[in-house]
């Protein structure tokens, strides 16, 4: 993931755009391109990519707000994705879920703290990730000591 002057940043979002017009509804595409390549979908990506895709700035903003996979603003340096799906919820996740968020401060200066509804590990509930990583079992104290080496 690189961060780029905003100019270079536009240049390559509109490259990036031109390479998917052939494409049959490019858009998609476009946008998962981009979040590879910058991790994120700035203001003005959403209008190089309408420019390029001659589509409104409204309809690409819309597809970008709609979906959890695309984000605005760059991530955070760690991210931490525990289950909300029912098998986890049965097993304190969200209890776990509340009381990471409010300590997630404490975790780390720059860490995420999100929710997913299923990640296929009910059996091992609370379930959750750390940086992509799946785990199992989790309880605060688990997540306190997998997350110590990012202080």
Request: hydrophobic share 40%; net charge negative.
């Amino acid at each position: 993931m690189t961060t780029a002057p905003t100019t270079d940043r536009v240049t390559l979002v509109r490259a990036i755009a031109a390479q998917h017009l052939t494409e049959r509804g490019p858009l998609m595409p476009v946008l998962h391109a981009v979040m590879d390549e910058l991790g994120h979908v700035a203001r003005e990506d959403v209008e190089a990519i309408a420019d390029v895709l001659n589509l409104s700035v409204a309809e690409v903003h819309g597809v970008v707000s709609f979906y959890h996979d695309f984000r605005t603003e760059p991530p955070a340096a760690h991210t931490v994705a525990l289950c909300r799906g029912e098998a986890c919820q049965s097993v304190g996740a969200e209890a776990l879920y509340d009381e990471t968020r409010a300590r997630a401060g404490s975790l780390a200066a720059d860490v995420e703290v999100t929710e997913v509804f299923c990640l296929g590990n009910c059996a091992l509930g609370p379930s959750g990730t750390l940086d992509g990583r799946l785990h199992g079992r989790l309880s605060t104290e688990r997540l306190e000591a997998l997350t110590e080496g990012w202080r």
